[in-house]
């Protein structure tokens, strides 16, 4: 048995895999991580093989993460993988590869080993990524954008008369400043992954992940697929 460990700019997700299987836990908000959580939560797991992790969250967080894996299972083999030139039959198309965030190195390697066919790869976290690759398994670089949540509050702090409101709204035109917000910053996204589609010289199949997938897949003009734990699957591949 092994131990994988998605930590993100938001959550911490992380599932257990026998026989190549990902069985996955309850994630944590990064805020209300500590000791006591993350004992509470893996207490009950047998020693694990190894621990594969992802981090592009705070360096504090991943010394607490290791700190408390070694407590639990002293001997246990932690491996933090990193992004690298090639790996799996992908390609990295950065010039510095090890700056490609390993969170979206993890969803290149995971969308060619499952699908094996040139995709456009959209995590809806935090931050919203867009990347592309081709039928060779060559990475073709990506976009960076901020995320709804991040969008949203952004609005907020640079304005001195709006205020950040979690509520759902209906998609369209607004009556209303929170819904103008809502289906603003919605359409910002929804627009930047067409924009991207629509320039691509061939058919590629579209999969988004992340905590927005969902609700941004429902309002694309294009089908996608939902793939909740590319990272995951990722660094299943990595081990």
């Excluded at 994630?27 to 893996?42: F, H, K, T």
């Excluded at 969008?151 to 607004?174: D, I, P, W």
């Excluded at 991207?196 to 579209?206: D, E, R």
Aim: aromatic share 6%; net charge negative.
């Amino acid at each position: 048995m092994n131990l994988l460990i998605d930590m993100g700019n938001s959550r911490l997700k992380w599932a257990i895999t026998t026989g190549g299987q990902i069985m996955a836990g309850l994630p944590l908000v990064n805020a209300m991580i500590n000791r006591n959580e993350l004992i509470g939560l893996w207490k009950g797991i047998y020693h694990p093989r190894r621990i594969a992790i992802s981090c592009v969250s705070a360096n504090q967080l991943l010394e607490l993460v290791q700190s408390v894996a070694r407590e639990l299972w002293l001997d246990v083999d932690i491996i933090l993988v990193k992004s690298q030139a090639q790996m799996f039959g992908v390609i990295n198309a950065y010039q510095q590869p090890e700056k490609l965030g390993v969170d979206r190195w993890l969803s290149l390697v995971s969308v060619w080993q499952k699908y094996q066919s040139p995709a456009c790869i959209v995590d809806c976290g935090t931050a919203i990524t867009v990347d592309l690759i081709d039928a060779d398994g060559r990475h073709q670089g990506g976009l960076i954008s901020p995320g709804l949540t991040l969008m949203r509050k952004s609005l907020v702090q640079g304005t001195e008369a709006l205020s950040f409101s979690e509520s759902n709204h209906a998609f369209g035109l607004a009556d209303n400043t929170e819904a103008a917000i809502y289906s603003g910053t919605l359409a910002a996204s929804i627009g930047l992954i067409e924009y991207v589609l629509a320039k691509q010289p061939g058919k590629a199949q579209l999969i988004l992940t992340g905590g927005d997938a969902c609700l941004i897949a429902g309002q694309l003009n294009a089908e996608a697929i939902v793939d909740p734990n590319l990272v995951l699957q990722g660094l299943l591949c990595a081990l």
